[in-house]
């Protein structure tokens, strides 16, 4: 009968998030794993088969459980509820920057294609949620085209938060400017 194990598969998952959200999957290594989460190697292989399926079970835990997408669905849609969105991912309190689906499609090659399809599924869904917020506005340029606008915007600011220079201010800043442009479409 092998020991009991001391941590829970969520609590190893919220630990590898931000590792592999900072660093990527190709350069987090197994030791950074357990260094991270504070369990040896047999235990993340007692819980998951390898690296790979940790990162995919991070990047699903990631996708279930963020905080920012419930601003997407809040009644009356429209602008508002993007510039809240925006502002939220510009303004995160806790260290963690931008989206750990997009800051891993620098890794996308490398990713198992289960990985690929969970990040197109969830850049989808974002989609779909801007588009209903943008269609709610009635704009004269077509909702389709301003939703493919907005989703570059929310991903190249992502992108800059990882820049060591980018400040929370000047983010934040960019949205009310962004937004701004947008509303007078």
């Known amino acids: 009968m092998g020991r009991p ?28 794993l357990e260094k991270a989460t504070g369990v040896n190697k047999s235990g993340l292989y007692s819980e998951f088969k390898n690296k790979e399926d940790l990162f995919l ?7 279930k459980t963020r905080k920012g ?37 620098r890794d ?12 197109s599924d969830s850049r989808a869904r974002l ?4 588009h209903r917020n943008i269609a709610a506005e009635k704009t004269d340029l ?14 190249g600011l992502c992108i800059e938060q990882n820049l060591k220079s980018e400040k929370t201010d000047l983010q934040s800043r960019k949205v009310e400017d962004f937004m701004r442009i947008i509303r007078s479409l």
């Not at 609590?11 to 197994?30: C, H, I, N, Q, S």
């Not at 077509?142 to 991903?155: M, Y």
């Open 5 to 32: 194990k001391n941590f829970s598969r969520e609590e190893v998952l919220e630990k590898a998030m931000p590792l592999f959200w900072k660093r990527g999957y190709a350069d987090t290594g197994l030791q950074d």
């Open 57 to 63: 079970e991070a990047l699903e835990h990631y996708t």
């Open 69 to 105: 997408r419930g601003l997407l669905t809040q009644e009356p849609f429209g602008w508002n509820n993007i510039e809240a969105f925006l502002t939220f991912k510009a303004e995160r309190k806790d260290g963690i920057k931008g989206c750990f689906a997009v800051n891993s499609m």
């Open 108 to 119: 996308v090659d490398l990713l198992p294609a289960r990985a690929q399809t969970q990040m």
């Open 127 to 130: 989609k779909e949620k801007f």
């Open 142 to 155: 077509s909702a389709e085209a301003l939703t493919e606008l907005v989703v570059t915007f929310f991903s």
